[in-house]
Nanobody, 126 residues
Framework: QVQLVESGGGMVQAGGSLRLSCAAS????????MGWFRQAPGKEREFLAR????????YYADSVKGRFTISRDNAKNTVYLQMRSLKPEDTAVYYC???????????????????WGQGTQVTVSS
């Protein structure tokens, strides 16, 4: 079992930046690929980014490519999502998730991930 806790959300003006963190605890000795998702009110959960266990490969949704960067520090059991050039449409609850299939590459479905954090709210004002 892995517990995930997101932090770093908040309110920011359009064009601003935020960095989200996701701290893992529990069975952190196991290997996981990690992903970030978001869900806006009335919308389905949306895949944003994925990083392999080693951090050597990353994958992004088109909607955030070039603006968001996923990274991880396995020594700290933490995954990050650096968000730049934020837009009002980026407003959502942001979730990190862990995937036991750590060798798999392009996995973007919510059903592909085994553990989830509680989410952190990001609000971008115009």
């Amino acid at each position: 079992q892995v517990q995930l806790v997101e932090s770093g959300g908040g309110m920011v003006q359009a064009g601003g930046s935020l960095r989200l963190s996701c701290a893992a605890s529990g069975r952190t000795g196991d290997r996981y690929a990690m992903g970030w998702f978001r869900q806006a009110p009335g919308k389905e959960r949306e895949f944003l980014a994925r990083i392999t266990w080693s951090g050597s490969s990353t994958y992004y949704a088109d909607s955030v490519k070039g603006r968001f960067t996923i990274s991880r520090d396995n020594a700290k059991n933490t995954v990050y999502l650096q968000m730049r050039s934020l837009k009002p449409e980026d407003t959502a609850v942001y979730y990190c998730a862990a995937d036991q299939a750590y060798l798999a590459t392009w996995r973007r479905g919510s059903e592909d991930y085994d553990y989830w954090g509680q989410g952190t709210q990001v609000t971008v004002s115009s």
